[in-house]
């Protein structure tokens, strides 16, 4: 019954998108793989999105083509090569020989990238980044063919482009080189596939927005005390009621698997060992099975909820993320009803189709990340956060606050904490940086004496541990890291998460002792100067020398 409820809910919704081939180390070169590569990223990016939102609640530990077909039928390599045609089209996976024929049509990369692959094994472009059980959440039973009996020849050729990012892997600094989140940025920027940069990295419209988020922390600047002993420096806090090792955490973020095969797995080791709590997306490309599963005795993590259109989808997510020892809160993202403008990401769909793969009626609209529109409802209102409060014992907390009118509203329906954020730039570009909300929401929520009891988050633009310093100073609870953790991820999997976190431990700890605190619960506002908030601000030229600017569309024969 889910099954179905939610296929037939997401039917209307899967003409519209993309698919990819990426391997944090090495990609098929196949030519029309190598041609392909970049859109066939992009639609992976938006497939894996489709694809993984419900894999948060079933796992298997046999594998589903096993248990239906324990003798499976044997298709001759010869018989399946016949089938390589639009409306006659089979496709290799893992060994599995799949009809696609009709699902081409409602594939959310859209069909051009299943019929180049008709008669093909996709295996090394669809296994990195999809749930375990893609295939069972959305192909019939009787579209399972049988096991392909032999081996698919396939040409390959060099691909330059891939070459030459293999190469700048094999280059890549080691771990103790890096001194910086910034240095993870700049390696990831330059090892991670296009298609997989463009999305990790883009922001809305003209990405000002993404950009602010992060400048408006260079508009703060601190009023140190002196004369204090700092000694010794604590700084471990409290969020929802679980200690943790120090006052951020980690971010929910989409598909991590494009950046490291580990993906979302590295993460939660690295968070574990690190203490440090850690978002689980709705959206990861690992299972909560997978991810919940690598979590220590004591580890908290939180899961992070796009509320399906079909609200029984959404309430059995709940259930199954509280069932989980681990998940200690509900995130409830509030601020995407449907999908901004984000160029980067639909350009690279369309980068290497020619005007003959593209329809008349072509959605030029839709790039990786608009997938994802289709499985959150637009119609999500106040009254669905008070059912949700209902269906669990968990903390609940709304994920995308803007203004002080919904803070305040907020604390009405008795959440238990907010987070004032903008989705990373990557929604309405011109909302306001998360800091400027912050310092904006605080006094209002303090004059209505509701600072105790409602904690606020903050997300966005984080890149130092004066950064996460500044929230707290300004009445954060706790602050976000994404993107930086997707970055040293991309470039060195569950070590590189660990070194990010230390190293914003040991930035903190520095300037802790240096602003003259030795706890968090000593921060306050009078540590800080805010004016600058309004007004001109400082420019940080290495942020600004590894933002990767918008292009102009380019003529054919550039």
Not at 353 to 364: P, Y
Not at 379 to 403: F, H, M, S, Y
Not at 490 to 511: F, H, N, P
Request: charged share 30%; net charge negative.
């Amino acid at each position: 019954m889910f099954r179905s409820n939610f296929i037939r809910n997401s039917r209307s919704a899967f003409k519209q998108f993309s698919k990819r081939s990426y391997s944090w180390r090495s990609v098929s070169t196949s030519p029309r793989l190598a041609k392909h590569a970049t859109s066939a990223l992009a639609i992976g990016l938006s497939s894996a999105i489709v694809l993984s939102v419900t894999s948060s609640i079933i796992s298997n530990d046999i594998k589903y083509e096993d248990k239906l077909f324990p003798e499976p039928k044997l298709i001759p390599v010869d018989e399946f090569l016949k089938h390589n045609k639009p409306d006659d089209c089979w496709v290799v996976l893992n060994g599995w020989v799949y009809d696609m024929t009709e699902f081409k049509e409602i594939h959310p990369g859209g069909r051009n990238v299943i019929i180049r692959n008709a008669g093909k094994d996709a295996t090394k472009i669809f296994t990195p980044i999809h749930p375990p059980d893609a295939i069972e959440k959305f192909l019939p039973a009787e579209k399972i063919i049988g096991k392909l009996d032999g081996i698919i020849e396939q040409e390959e050729e060099e691909d330059p482009d891939e070459l030459e990012r293999q190469e700048r892997i094999s280059n890549i600094p080691s771990l103790n080189q890096v001194y910086n989140i910034a240095d993870f940025e700049n390696i990831a920027k330059q090892i991670l596939p296009k298609g997989a940069w463009a999305y990790y990295s883009s922001g809305a419209d003209d990405e000002i927005t993404l950009r602010e988020n992060h400048y408006a922390y260079h508009r703060v600047f601190f009023r140190p005390r002196i004369l204090v002993d700092v000694s010794e420096i604590d700084l471990s806090t409290t969020m929802l009621g679980q200690k943790t090792s120090a006052p951020f955490y980690i971010s929910a973020t989409a598909l991590a698997r494009l950046g490291h095969p580990d993906g979302e797995v590295a993460i939660a080791k690295a968070a574990g060992r690190e203490d440090i709590i850690q978002m689980i997306s709705t959206l990861a490309s690992a299972s909560l099975d997978e991810i919940t599963e690598v979590a220590t005795e004591d580890q908290k993590q939180w899961f992070q909820l796009y509320v399906n259109a079909d609200r029984n989808i959404a309430y059995k997510m709940v259930a199954n993320a509280e069932s989980k020892k681990s998940i200690k809160g509900i995130f409830i993202t509030v601020d995407a009803p449907s999908l901004g403008n984000r160029e980067k990401d639909k350009k690279i769909k369309f980068e290497g189709d020619t005007d003959v793969d593209l329809e008349d009626n072509a959605d030029r609209a839709s790039g990786a990340s608009r997938a994802l529109s289709s499985f959150i409802d637009t119609a999500l209102t106040w009254k669905d956060i008070d059912v949700i409060k209902q269906k669990t014992k968990l903390p609940i907390v709304i994920k995308g606050i803007q203004r002080a009118e919904d803070a305040l509203k907020a604390a009405e329906h008795g959440v238990d904490a907010i987070v004032l954020s903008n989705h990373g730039g990557r929604q309405l570009d011109f909302a306001p940086a998360p800091l400027q909300l912050l310092s904006d929401i605080m006094p209002v929520l303090r004059e209505k004496k509701l600072d105790g009891k409602m904690e606020v988050f903050v997300d966005g633009g984080v890149r130092r541990g004066t950064d996460v310093l500044k929230a707290l100073c300004l009445g954060a609870t706790g602050v976000g890291i994404g993107r930086p953790v997707l970055y040293s991820m991309s470039a060195y999997g569950e070590a590189g998460v660990t070194k990010a976190i230390q190293l914003l431990k040991d930035e903190l700890e520095m300037d802790m002792r240096l602003l003259g605190v030795t706890k968090i619960s000593d921060l306050g506002p009078e540590f800080v100067d805010t004016r600058g908030l309004i007004g001109v601000h400082a420019k940080d030229m290495l942020y600004d020398n590894l933002y990767a600017p918008l292009e102009p569309v380019k003529f054919k024969d550039e």
